[in-house]
């Protein structure tokens, strides 16, 4: 439990220690009304939704940041918040420089990968996925580095034995 979380006054908390959110991630008063007026937010490993669980893993926090942001304007600005929904888009393992495991996203759960072709498939998933073109760009060229730097040191190795 989260002693520090756990010791807040008039909100809700789990038995993990967890504050309680709404489907906004608005935290929940332990009167079962909203906290602050319904303008406190949570997400994340310190929050737990009150309609269910939610996978521990980065992923649910990664786009709960996107609805808490938007439902934090929205309380600003008179707004609608928006209800979160969380969307599995599978699992990737680093298990080395050269080596992963990749699991398919909802609807695709048969896709397996491991060993180098998943960690190339995780690599590629990362720089698709960034915010920008300039970073999707350097992670393209981290992508092709590797593999890059990989075949040099096998040249250089070959050329050296001989």
């Known amino acids: 439990p989260n002693a520090m979380l756990g010791g807040l006054a008039g909100v809700a908390c789990d038995e993990a220690g967890r504050l309680v959110v709404d489907d906004a991630l608005r935290v929940l008063s332990s009167a079962e009304g909203l906290a602050g007026g319904g ?13 269910g669980p939610l996978p521990p893993n ?23 918040s928006l209800v979160f929904k969380y969307t599995a888009l599978g699992e990737m393992l680093t298990l ?24 190339a498939a995780r690599r590629l ?12 760009v350097k992670a393209g060229v981290s992508l092709l580095q590797a593999p890059a730097k990989g075949i040099l040191r096998a040249v250089r190795e070959a050329h050296l034995r001989k």
């Not at 980065?58 to 609608?80: G, H, I, P, T």
């Not at 695709?108 to 491991?114: D, G, I, T, W």
Request: proline letters at 4%; aromatic letters at 8%.
């Open 39 to 51: 303008v406190v937010f949570a997400l994340g490993d310190n929050a737990a939704l009150a309609s």
């Open 58 to 80: 980065a992923q649910v926090a990664f786009q709960q940041s996107d609805y808490a942001a938007w439902n934090v304007w929205a309380s600003l600005n008179d707004e609608k």
């Open 96 to 119: 080395g420089s050269n080596d992963a495991s990749v699991a398919g996203p909802q609807g695709l759960e048969a896709l397996k990968l491991s060993g180098p072709l998943a960690a």
């Open 125 to 136: 998933v990362y720089a698709v996925r960034m915010p920008t073109n300039e970073q999707r």
